[in-house]
C-alpha cells in the first residue's frame, strides 16, 4: 500500500509544480497575475484595518513576505490533503486542483483592471499540477515495466477500490500479487517534479522582474540637460554605407559584462552611496538623482577585450550627473586614489580618482541616445568616463561608490589577470572595404573609425600593400572623447591587396605596429586587412 507520507509528498511536488508552472506564465502574462500574489492581495484588501495595523506593527517592512509566506503555508497543507486524497482515488485529487484553481481564478478577476487573460497563470499552473500529481501517483501506484492493470494508459487514473475503508493493495502485479510500493521511483519522481518547478519558477520570476522593470523605465521622464552637448558640428558623419555611424543606435550597441540574467533594479528603491574616504557619506535615490543639474556628452566606450580591428565599442550621448560634483560634496579626503564602484549583482570596477576629478564629463549616466538608460546597459544607472576601458570605469547598475585607495583594495578583474589601471590605447579600424571582400577594380572608398579617448585623433594613415602611408580624410568631431570617422578614396587594381590603417593622437603619438593581445590591459596593433580585386 502507498503510505500516506508518500501521497502527500506527491501532493506537495504537485503543487509546487503547479505554482511554478504559474509564475512561469505568469512572466509572460504580466507581473500581479501570479495567483499567490492575488491571493495575496485579496487579503490584504479584505483584511480589517486592525488586523493589517497589527501585520504592519508586527513585521514591518516584511509584512509583504509573512502575507506570501502564510498564502504558500496554507497551500502547502492543501496540496498536501490533495495528495493524501489522490493516492486513493486520483479524482479527488483533482477536484481539490480543481478548487484551488476557482480561488485563484477569482483572486485574479476580482483585481483592479484585470483581464480575461490573467487567469492564464492560475488554469495553466493547475493543469499542470494536475499532470504532475497524476504522474506521480501513477509513479507510486504502478509498478516499474507493469502496464496499469485494467485499462491503457489515460484511461483508469484510480486504483481498483474496494469497499469503502478497507485497505486493500493499490495496485496488483498481473498475476495478482500485491506490489510493494517503491520508495525510490516516489523519491526520484518527486526530485524531477521539484527541479522542473524551480527551473519554470526561477525562468518566471526573471521575466516578471524584467516586464516591472521595464514599466518602471518606460514611466521615466528625462529631464532637459543643465549642460546640454556640444552641437554636433556639420559633417560628424561621412553617411558613407558600411562604416560605423558617428551614433551608435543603443540597438546595435555592443554588450560585454558578466551578468548571465540581466540584472532588474527597480528605481523606486535604488539607492547610489558615496563612502570611504570621505568627510561626508551621501546617499541619494533616483529621484534626488535626477533634480541634480544633469551633464550631456558624446562618449565612445571601448572594451579592453576588444581585439585589434573587433566590435567592442561604440558611441553614444549620454546624460547624467558629474561624479565630480558629488564626490566633491561629499569632500575627498587626502590619500584617496580609487574609487571604488559596485553593481547591483556585486562586479566592481576601479577608477582612478584624479581622473573623474581632472574636469572630464565623468558621469552617473541615466539617459543614453535621448532614451533612459537600457536595462542591458545599467538602467537605472551606470558610469561613463571619457579615456578609460569599460572594466575600470563603466560599471552598470551601479549602486556604490567606496572612496579607496589602489593598494588596499582590488576590483573584480584585477586579480583575473588585467591591469588595475587601464587608460584606452589609441585605436583604429577598417570598417570598408570588409575583411575578406571582392571588390570589382576601379574607385572604392575605404573608411572606418579610429579612437583616442579624452586626447583625441588627428590623423589617420592607410597604405596598401605596405606602400607609402597615404592620409585620409577625418570627419568632425564635437570634442577629443568620440571616435573620428576616416576615408580615403583608392583607385583600386586588379589582385590581391593588403590594407593597413594607423592613427596619431592629438599628443602626437602614433599607435605601434607591434602587436600585443587584449590581456592585461589592451590590445595594440596595426588593423590589416586584405581583399581581392577583379
Ligand atoms: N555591472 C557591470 N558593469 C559593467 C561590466 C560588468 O560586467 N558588470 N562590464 C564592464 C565592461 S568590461 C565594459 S566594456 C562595459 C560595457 O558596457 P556596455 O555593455 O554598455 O557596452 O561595461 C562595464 N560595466
Ligand atoms: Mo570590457
Redesign the pocket.
Known sequence: MVPGWAGALAGLVAGCVALGVAQLVAGIVGPGTFPVVAVGDVAVDLAPPPVKDFAIETFGENDKAVLIGGVLVVLALVATAIGILARRRLVLGYAGLAAFGVVGVLAVLTRPGSRPLDVLPTVVGVLAGAWALRWLIRRITTPSGQPVPGGTAGEREEPPQGAAGVERPAVMRAGGEPYAFDRRRLLTGAAGGVVIAGAAAVLGRELTGRAMVDSARVAVKLPAPAVPARPLPPGVDFGINGLSPFVTANQG???????LVVPQVDPETWTLRIHGMVDRPIELTYADLLRRPLTEADVT?A??SNEVGGP?V?NARWLGVRMADLLREAGIQSGADMLLST?H?G?T?GTPVDVVTDGRDALFAIAMNGEVLPV???FPV?QVVPGL???VS????VVDVKVTRFDRDEAYWTPRGWAAQAPIKTQSRIDLPGSGASLEPGRTTIAGVAWAQHTGIDAVEVRVDRGAWQRARLAQVPGPDTWRQWALDWDAPAGRHTIEVRATDAAGRTQTERQAPPAPDGATGWHTITVKVG
Open positions: 550597441f555592443y554588450r560585454v559584462d558578466t551578468a566606450l572594451c579592453v567592442y561604440g553593481s549583482d562586479f570596477c542591458d546597459h545599467g551606470r576601458y569599460g572594466y563603466a560599471t552598470k547598475w
